[in-house]
């Protein structure tokens, strides 16, 4: 970590919005609450984050008052993967250093266009790999939260999460000009629009044994040449690097915490070019974490928005945000506001041993009613839905009926999916406390599968949506318009809906898009 040069009005040019006053530390904090973690205390030069124009969400802006995530999501290749230089020759990302200059991509007018930029940061993991074997013989060994540009947009390796994000499938057609193509001939590729020839069609995709070595790097367009195809790489654990911190581990156990983060967004809402957009809370890490009990930024967060009349949503599985819920009132007085909570186990025993260090399920439905009582339509995500676990009618009328007393508007559901690092540690779970269950659940996720079959959700569907109605839980249809969100100010319409949830749905039920999905600090990975 940097101590040298505390002057808040240095800057860095090349640091990521936000960061441009690396030099803006005031201390770190490690505390026995806080087992395995360190807070390092900045002061940023931003608070609002643009999201990217092609982005699907229903929202322009974000704030996240914390920086490093310990959902450990990791977006990294073999070190043997080949690396398309300016030079037009390929070398083995493991030979690569930051500074040297590489091929990538950029969007010019209509087409995407091959462009020299250079390595900015660089860093190493180990976790479980998929390789990805194309049609043209390309092989590509990458994680399960790496992305890869296909014709139809970016795609992550596997679906990960609740298996709601754009992933690969078989016959998807990635783009660049493989790997054969490039060991052809030595290439001056600057400005020449990017045009797949070579068959890059997906054939399969399977999961290796064990973990990996893996390495990522960032890049100043944001993707490289990995194999002949172009890759996506990770923005922001490359922010760490400018702390003098891994941008790998460290980026999971070394959170930054933007200690001016309210002054900050104070003026930036007070700019005259400010078109009081909505602002969404939780899409990447949770604001309502442990270390916001410790640092009380959201107070402040709150506050600043409805004063300058921007409308604002929070979505968490933290109960810390009962303690706002007077500033949460206060603010829906005068601009909308949404609320969502996450709750899926309702045994508490279950509950226990698959999620040590969450919420208990009956702390999480207090939330909703004390949220419910303050007047919020709270949504509640009753997911992952565990085949032969929390499946039975019993069991779903039962959490529907416990969502219902305590408040809920509507209940938003989802089968299990089974990413690619907590597959492993389920399995092994179930091999311990429910070995009847355990051929069972690799027939339904068999190999690399994520998602149960097709025939197990559409069951699903056809069992939990008549309980849904019945308990009169429903939520809008996806493809229905986003309606505009409600101040209580406003009259009660009378069918209202959420506007959170005009996200990309499953193939069987609306469900949200769960961008950098909040989870309470826990010692083993949970399903969320």
């Known amino acids: 970590m940097r101590w040298q040069g505390q002057r808040i009005d240095e800057t860095d040019a090349e640091a990521l919005p936000g960061m441009e006053n690396r030099t803006g530390f005031l201390r770190t904090v490690t505390t026995p609450e ?3 973690m360190t807070f390092h205390e900045v002061l940023a030069k931003s608070a609002l984050n643009h999201v990217p124009g092609p982005s699907k969400m229903p929202f322009s802006w974000t704030i996240n008052p914390y920086r490093g995530c310990s959902h450990a ?24 250093e930051v500074g040297d200059e590489i091929y990538g991509t950029e969007k010019r007018g209509a087409y995407r266009r091959y462009v020299c930029t250079r390595i900015q940061a660089k860093w190493s993991t180990r ?9 043209d013989g390309t092989s590509l060994v990458a994680s399960g939260d790496h992305r890869f540009l296909t014709d139809r947009g970016w795609r992550h390796v596997t679906g990960g999460n609740e298996g709601q994000r754009p992933h690969l499938t078989t016959n998807n057609r990635l783009m660049g000009l493989g790997a054969g193509a490039i ?42 040449i990995a194999n002949g195809v ?16 891994d941008a790998g581990r460290d980026f999971d156990s070394q959170i930054v915490v933007k200690v001016n983060v309210v002054e900050t967004l104070e003026k930036e809402l007070r700019r005259g070019s400010w078109k009081h957009e909505t602002v969404a809370l939780g899409t990447n890490t949770d604001p309502y974490q442990r270390a916001e009990g ?91 839905i565990l085949p032969h676990l929390t499946d039975s009618v019993g069991a779903i009328d039962s959490a529907l ?15 299990l999916h089974l990413r690619a690092g907590v597959k492993p540690w389920f399995l092994q779970w179930l091999s311990q406390h429910r070995p009847d269950l355990l051929s069972s659940y690799r027939e339904l996720y068999p190999g690399s599968a994520v998602e149960a079959p097709t025939d197990y959700r559409k069951w699903l569907g056809r069992r939990v949506k008549p309980l849904i109605r019945m308990h009169g839980l429903e939520a809008r249809q996806a493809d229905d318009s986003p309606p505009r969100r409600r101040s209580f100010s406003e009259p009660e319409p009378a069918n209202p809906q959420p506007l959170w949830l005009f996200q990309q749905p499953a193939q069987e039920t609306p469900s949200p898009s769960r961008i950098g999905s909040p989870r309470a600090p826990a010692p083993a990975p949970t399903l969320f």
């Open 401 to 415: 009926r416990r969502i219902k007393e305590a408040g809920a508007d509507h209940v938003v559901y989802g089968a």
């Open 127 to 135: 976790k479980p790999a998929y390789r990805i074997a194309l049609a």
């Open 183 to 224: 060991s052809a001939m030595e290439l001056n590729l600057e400005g020449t629009a990017v045009k797949t020839v070579a068959d890059l069609r997906v054939r399969s995709i399977d999961a290796l044994d064990g973990e990996r070595e893996l390495l990522d790097i960032t890049t100043g367009t944001g993707d490289f």
């Open 294 to 384: 410790r640092y009380r930024l959201m107070p402040g967060i709150v506050g600043a928005l409805a004063e300058s009349g921007t409308p604002f949503s929070v979505l968490t599985k933290g109960t810390l945000i009962r303690r706002d819920i007077p500033l949460l009132v206060e603010a829906a007085n005068r601009v909308p506001v949404d609320v969502q909570l996450s709750i899926a186990m309702f045994d508490e025993t279950l509950r226990e041993a698959i999620e040590p260090g969450a919420p208990s399920t009956q702390a999480r439905l207090d939330t909703v009613r004390a949220l419910s009582d303050a007047g919020f339509r709270v949504g509640v995500f009753l997911m992952p």
């Open 73 to 96: 999501c990791v977006y990294c290749v073999s070190p043997d993967t080949m690396i398309l230089c300016a030079d037009g020759r390929q070398r083995p990302l493991r030979d690569l």
């Open 230 to 245: 172009i890759s996506h790489n990770c923005f922001a654990r490359g922010t760490h690097t400018y702390l003098d911190l």
């Open 34 to 36: 806080f087992a395995g």
